[in-house]
T-cell receptor, first 114, second 113 residues
Framework: KAGVTQTPRYLIKTRGQQVTLSCSPI?????VSWYQQTPGQGLQFLFE???????NKGNFPGRFSGRQFSNSRSEMNVSTLELGDSALYLC?????????????FGEGSRLTVL | DAKTTQPTSMDCAEGRAANLPCNHS???????VYWYRQIHSQGPQYIIH???NNETNEMASLIITEDRKSSTLILPHATLRDTAVYYC??????????????FGTGTRLQVTL
């Protein structure tokens, strides 16, 4: 079956702009979570959506937001971009149940802020 | 989630077994041990997880000590494609936080010819 698809794969923005990233989970998966990866901070959890509701949230400012649609596809938005937002943004999907042992990650969207 | 400690880097010759250790001395009774790996510029990939029994799948084996304070991930016949950063994660298997993984710095495994 098809894996997790993230678009766009690469993008360049300037400070102050906003960006929207998209994630299509594996068919049948109801949970989508987002992670940020930077050389300095490593992999950090942003938030998780399950059945169109945010179920968990990491320690990121309100400029980072997300949503999930009825077909489980998810988008995340970063407003008023800062240089430090340059990172690889990873989306992961899972069944979202208690006994979910694994997350399936996409290949990420690499954002560069100039 | 309990804290984990892993060596920063390891080398392994191709064809040999790669044994990656992880220390989790403060693990609680209901916390599982998960292993993920990340090949350069790709998303992390789930490898295996376990509670207290040893586990094996098509990718690797997970050996957890009897006191559960440490574990070892074993790649039986390492290949160049196994070169990656390996993350050991300890967490409760809870619906509400199922997707919130805390990644440490991991072990960078270099497989060489």
């Amino acid at each position: 079956k098809a894996g997790v698809t993230q678009t766009p794969r690469y993008l360049i923005k300037t400070r102050g702009q906003q960006v929207t990233l998209s994630c299509s989970p594996i068919s049948g998966h109801r949970s989508v979570s987002w992670y940020q990866q930077t050389p300095g901070q490593g992999l950090q959890f942003l938030f998780e959506y399950f059945s169109e509701t945010q179920r968990n949230k990491g320690n990121f400012p309100g400029r980072f937001s997300g949503r999930q649609f009825s077909n489980s596809r998810s988008e995340m938005n970063v407003s008023t971009l800062e240089l430090g937002d340059s990172a690889l943004y990873l989306c992961a999907s899972s069944l979202g149940t208690r006994y979910t042992g694994e997350l399936f990650f996409g290949e990420g969207s690499r954002l560069t802020v100039l | 989630d309990a804290k984990t400690t892993q060596p920063t880097s390891m080398d392994c010759a191709e064809g040999r077994a790669a044994n990656l250790p992880c220390n989790h001395s403060t693990i609680s009774g209901n916390e599982y041990v998960y292993w993920y790996r990340q090949i350069h510029s790709q998303g992390p990939q789930y490898i295996i997880h376990g509670l207290k029994n040893n586990e094996t799948n098509e990718m690797a084996s997970l050996i957890i000590t009897e006191d559960r304070k440490s574990s070892t991930l074993i790649l039986p016949h390492a290949t160049l494609r196994d070169t990656a950063v390996y993350y050991c994660i300890v967490r409760v298997q809870n619906t509400g936080t199922a997707s919130k993984l805390t990644f440490g710095t991991g072990t960078r495994l270099q497989v060489t010819l």
